[in-house]
């Protein structure tokens, strides 16, 4: 874990930072969720990282710092970033089709579909087959192969249309036909390892199972497509699922951000190049998503402007990172320089969950001087 920086090196205001771990802790006294971790870089700067509450209710085992969470669809930056590596060493464009490295993809509508258009949910095929139970995602052969089968129901390019699931597994294979190592592999060696977050992993060991919290719905309507059961099963969180099943601390998670916000490089160690991350947040696309019905903007793998995210006091699409069904955010500003993980384990609506999310970031924002 990073060490602590005092929040005036940064021009944070000491009094609104406790008043930022008053609203963390107020919200889980308020049953918002059971457990939660929150976590804030400046500058590349660690300023803040906290946790509270309880991991399992059945057990009443409590949240610690070694405590990881469920990243859900904030696991998709991560993996996003993946890409951005391979892409900068030329191993693969944006403009190339998935098939040029997989060439059993190009099936029933998904021929042209590009490494660009996953990116950016316009590959046209966003539903996470039927054939393919959670109770088979261990096994990537029947992924690979549900891959190779599934149906665009749009047009490659043409329709912005969020891809929940279906995201992380094409980025995983090809990442395992471009590089060769399997996607766990990669993402703990050219990520993980070099930002020393050490509490990150997509395909859980079974070791540290028991570190990790479960999810716990909130809500009776709150969860339509079972995430939050599927999620904390054992089995799928050893599975390799880079579009959800991620899992890490919030330090992790803003280290991640803060990395990206300090444009590649953190702590002397460096991911990416700065002309990568200016080409991985710059806008991509926008409109109303055919799959979530809300509007959205995106860049290469990232989200832009998220009400969760709080308001900007400058330029709104400088704000980049994504969410994670029910529970997190994740985000970095480059106007601001702030770099923020925020995970809970209680699954909410978008009304609920959104709102305790964004009082979170924008109070975050409000401490900054």
């Known amino acids: 874990m990073a060490t602590l920086t005092a929040p005036d090196a940064v021009a944070m205001d000491s009094q609104k930072l406790e008043q930022v771990k008053q609203l963390f802790h107020r919200q889980i006294d308020e049953g918002l969720h059971p457990g939660a971790g929150l976590a804030v870089y400046r500058y590349g700067n660690l300023v803040l990282d906290i946790h509270g509450g309880i991991a399992r209710t059945e057990s009443n085992q409590p949240v610690t710092a070694e405590t990881m969470f469920v990243l859900m669809s904030s696991t998709k930056p991560l993996t996003a970033s993946c890409l951005y590596i391979l892409k900068e060493r030329g191993k693969i464009a944006w403009d190339d089709t998935v098939a040029t490295y997989w060439p059993k993809f190009a099936q029933n509508g998904k021929e042209t579909v590009t490494i660009g258009h996953i990116l950016t949910h316009r590959g046209g095929f966003p539903e996470t087959p039927k054939s393919l139970p959670p109770t088979d995602w261990p096994d990537w052969s029947k992924v690979t192969q549900a891959m190779e089968q599934a149906p665009a129901i749009y047009t490659p390019g043409e329709t912005l249309a969020y891809h929940p699931i279906n ?16 996607f766990d592999k990669f993402i703990a060696e050219e990520l993980a390892a070099p930002l020393g977050m050490s509490t990150t992993y997509v395909g859980l060991p079974s070791s540290l199972e028991g570190q990790v919290s479960h999810m716990h719905k909130m809500e009776d309507d709150a969860d339509p497509s079972g995430y939050s059961a599927i999620f904390s099963q054992s089995s799928v969180l050893r599975s390799i699922v880079p579009g959800a099943g991620g899992v890490a601390t919030a330090g992790d998670l803003a280290r991640f951000y803060a990395m990206m916000e300090r444009k590649g490089t953190l702590d002397n160690a460096t991911v990416i190049q700065s002309a990568t991350v200016d080409e991985a947040v710059a806008f991509q696309v926008e409109g109303v998503d055919k799959s979530t019905g809300a509007f959205a903007q995106r860049s290469l793998g990232l989200a832009l402007a998220d009400e969760r995210m709080g308001k900007s006091a400058g ?16 985000w970095a500003d480059f106007d601001s320089g702030l770099a923020v993980g925020y995970i809970t384990n209680g699954f909410r609506g978008n009304i609920t969950n959104n709102a305790r999310l964004a009082a979170v970031s924008q109070a975050v924002r409000d401490a900054c001087l």
């Open 315 to 330: 330029d709104p699409l400088k704000t980049f990172g994504h969410g994670g069904a029910g529970t997190s955010i994740g």
């Open 167 to 182: 995201y992380g597994w094409v980025i995983a294979e090809l990442v395992r036909r471009v590089d060769g190592r399997s």
